[in-house]
């Protein structure tokens, strides 16, 4: 298990969630996208902590504050899911091609 | 544990991670979509459990847990076709976005052969999470609860956001701005 091996398992999951996020059409498949990609930064972050900054404790701080932002995006994300679907019965991007009315 | 038996559960987990990320947007079910993501996220948090970093890699598996039951819920109420009864194949710019995803696995599973890693070899910490424990409650207290604000701060953002009574009126009935003609907000 080389710090190279688990970059590369990072980098396969990022571009994986850059293919899901440009792809989908349905926002949560869009979400999940994103979701993938977050998770692939974690792993490379955490990698790079445990081959690196070894006893240091602010590396894995990092993943926590990686963790809150996964937390906001996918709460925040169905909000606004949940919003557009009641004012415009919108549930894939292809019914959004206006930010107004 | 010995190396060959750490190399072999981490490739296992890396294989499965990759192969279930995949398959969540090559399934016709959106349940399953969910539950492929969750299991890839599963193989991360094992990895991470692997590197050392045990904490983070359980918090991982518990947090995405429960967000992925959510997504189940919110992927029944929304979507068509959540049981994937029907071949579901929704995609868009498909070619583009197959260059770009492919595009930016080989820009960074490059990198970290082009670069020249430090290695000198970190002592690994005897106790990861002790020593994460301290520092959420020490030194870093103020970007833990920062943090913490900033969930709460997101939740009730988020029930305000999904709130059936929007800014101009009731959301299913558009909730349309006010006109702005001009005469038109005299009568008061």
């Known amino acids: ?101 | 544990m010995n190396d060959l038996l750490a190399d072999a559960i981490f490739w296992a987990f890396a294989a499965g991670s990759v192969t279930t990320g995949l398959r969540v947007f090559r399934t016709d079910s959106m349940m399953r979509a969910a539950f492929y993501l969750l299991a890839s996220f599963a193989g991360v948090g094992g990895i991470l459990v692997l590197l050392g970093a045990e904490f983070l890699g359980m918090v991982l598996i518990l947090m995405m847990a429960g967000e992925m039951l959510i997504m189940a819920i919110v992927m029944v109420m929304f979507m068509m076709n959540p049981a994937g009864l029907n071949p579901m194949w929704m995609v868009h710019q498909h070619r583009v976005a197959v260059a770009a995803g492919a595009g930016s696995f080989v820009l960074l599973a490059s990198l970290p052969f082009l670069v020249k890693f430090p290695d000198r070899p970190a002592p690994q910490p005897e106790e990861a999470t002790a020593e994460l424990g301290t520092e959420l409650l020490g030194d870093s207290m103020l970007v833990f609860q920062t943090a913490g604000v900033a969930l709460l701060s997101t939740m009730i953002g988020a029930v305000v956001i999904a709130n059936r009574s929007g800014r101009f009126g009731v959301a299913e009935e558009g909730s349309q701005e006010p006109t702005v003609e001009p005469g038109a907000g005299d009568q008061r």
Request: net charge positive; no cysteine.
């Open chain 1, 1 to 101: 298990m080389t710090l190279e091996a688990v970059l590369v398992v990072a980098a396969a999951l990022v571009g994986i969630g850059v293919y899901g996020a440009l792809s989908q059409q349905s926002f949560v498949m869009l979400m999940m996208g994103l979701e993938l990609m977050i998770n692939g930064a974690i792993l490379a972050l955490v990698a790079l902590w445990s081959a690196s900054a070894g006893g240091n404790p602010q590396g894995q701080m990092l993943g926590v504050v990686f963790m809150t932002v996964m937390a906001v995006e996918m709460a925040l994300g169905f909000a606004l899911v949940t919003n557009v679907y009641r004012v415009r019965r919108a549930d894939i991007t292809e019914k959004l091609r206006r930010l107004k009315g």
